[in-house]
């Protein structure tokens, strides 16, 4: 008997897994929410196709990052999808960041990212990036530029020739345990499975709780927050610059990405999210922001993270600010150069309830229903390696 699966969540590592287990041939459903797919942090990144740099050597993140870049490349050349190379240069500033930078280059070579240079003098950055300030570098060339939009839609095509079915403007409202099979309810549909793999993203610990898992790890909505760079200062950046993260904060922090389509945007910063789909200070529920302050992580995360958070937020209130953490890197880059505010992505944190910001993919399981709880960036990156490690683990 074929067996039945519905997925929660038209985002790409969804409908990844959906491609993956119909071209199987089990029977699939997903339900979607919204009336298009990858609405939420999938078509809201940065598009970038990540080569593994920062990831603690062997995690998931790390594991399953070199294996989705390899699949996502091969499925874009497949499908006639732009893959672009542009390259990744995490810069140090400074002394004070050689240290975390030697860090990003060993943990880069455990990781196997290729081509990986380092760079230690500032007319070696400049030939790779002229407009750059610096002292050193790691240089990642195989870093590239995707629209993670079009390979979703991609996938889903692969899935509906594969027999499955794509239900858009389907939220999923109950979903129960019956007679060994998963009950999946919405507004306008009741379907029986005898697996379900929940891939919600931003409502992943809601859908959790329906069938009784562990409220933690709850979601804590982060917003990162894009300027675009105007066409004719854009070119003071040739492909990405990124500067050296601090190891204490699951982020980035500001940097110059050049998209598949060679527009050249500044960010994502980091701020909290007042709901959980908050693309913007005037998008709030209080229920969202009453649940992450009851949370009994929150007091914890303040306590260690607060002066983070004030700078960040101020970036976010004070254009200037904003400025001044993109120039650093790019001094001959004026405030008139960030034309126009960018649409915004919130970005889907996992959070313990010891204040603790997980870092790694997270998976539970409960009894038929599997649920991603934590997808973070590199996912769309490794959104096929996902599908491959869920249903090897979780499905087999």
Known sequence: MTERVGVVGGGIVGIALARLLAGRGSEVTVFEKESRLAQHQTGRNSGVVHAGLYYKPGSLKAMLCAAGRVQLREFCEEKGLPFREVGKLVVAVDESELHALAEIERRSIENGVPDLARIDDPAGLREIEPHVAGIAAVHSPRTAAVDYSAITEAMAQDVRAAGGRI??????????????????????????????????????????????????????????????????????????????????????????????????????????????????????????????????????????????????????????????????????????????????????????????????????????????????????????????????????
């Open 167 to 396: 239900l858009l403007a389907h939220e999923v409202t109950a979903m129960t345990s019956e007679n060994g099979r998963v009950r999946v309810v919405t507004a306008a549909t009741e379907d029986r499975f005898e697996r379900v793999v929940v891939c919600a993203g931003l409502h992943s610990d809601v859908v959790a709780r329906f069938v009784g898992a562990d409220a933690a790890p709850k979601i804590l909505p982060m917003r990162g927050e894009y300027w675009d760079m105007t066409p004719e200062s854009a070119k003071l950046v040739r492909g990405m610059i990124y500067p050296v993260p601090d190891p204490r904060f699951p982020f980035l922090g500001v940097h110059f990405t050049r998209g598949v389509y060679d527009g050249v945007h500044v960010g994502p910063n980091a701020v909290p999210a007042l709901a959980r789909e908050g693309y913007g200070w005037l998008r709030i529920s209080p229920k969202d922001t009453w649940e992450s302050l009851r949370w009994p992580g929150a007091l914890p995360l303040v306590r260690q993270h607060w002066r983070m958070g004030v700078d960040e937020i101020s970036a976010s209130l004070l254009k200037a600010l904003y400025y001044r953490k993109a120039r650093r890197f790019v001094p001959e880059l004026k405030m008139s150069d960030l034309s126009r505010r960018a649409p915004a992505g919130v970005r889907a944190q996992a959070w313990g309830r010891d204040g603790s910001l997980l870092d790694d993919f997270a998976v539970d399981q409960v009894g038929a229903v599997t649920v991603l709880r934590n997808a973070p960036s590199p996912a769309a990156t490794s959104s096929m390696a996902i599908a491959e490690y869920v249903a090897e683990k979780y499905l087999s």
